[in-house]
Nanobody, 115 residues
């Protein structure tokens, strides 16, 4: 089993920045892809970005150029650096990890962007 805990959410003004962290514990060996999803009120959950163990990253078109995903394998931690945040990006941001065909999820961290 893998446990994921997110941190770093909070309130930020539109145009501001936040860095989210996701720390994995448990059977972290052989975690391959990790990713960040978000779910805004009344909307479906959507992928923000994902990163492989080798550092290959993919981004949603809506965040390219403003958001960077990174990963510290030694610390079992993944980060999401978000810049130029927009009001509509208010959501619960959750991290996920894929290991040997199973996916694991954190509880999420709230990001609120004031206009």
């Amino acid at each position: 089993q893998v446990q994921l805990v997110e941190s770093g959410g909070g309130l930020v003004q539109a145009g501001g920045s936040l860095r989210l962290s996701c720390t994995a514990t448990g059977s972290t060996f052989l975690i391959n892809v990790m990713g960040w999803y978000r779910q805004a009120p009344g909307k479906q959950r959507e992928l923000v970005a994902a990163i492989t163990r080798d550092g290959v990253a993919n981004y949603s078109d809506s965040v390219k150029g403003r958001i960077t995903i990174s990963r510290d394998i030694a610390k079992n931690t993944m980060y999401l650096h978000m810049n130029s945040l927009m009001h509509e990006e208010k959501a619960v941001y959750s991290c996920t990890a894929y290991r040997l065909g199973d996916d694991f999820w954190g509880r999420g961290t709230q990001v609120t962007v004031s206009s």
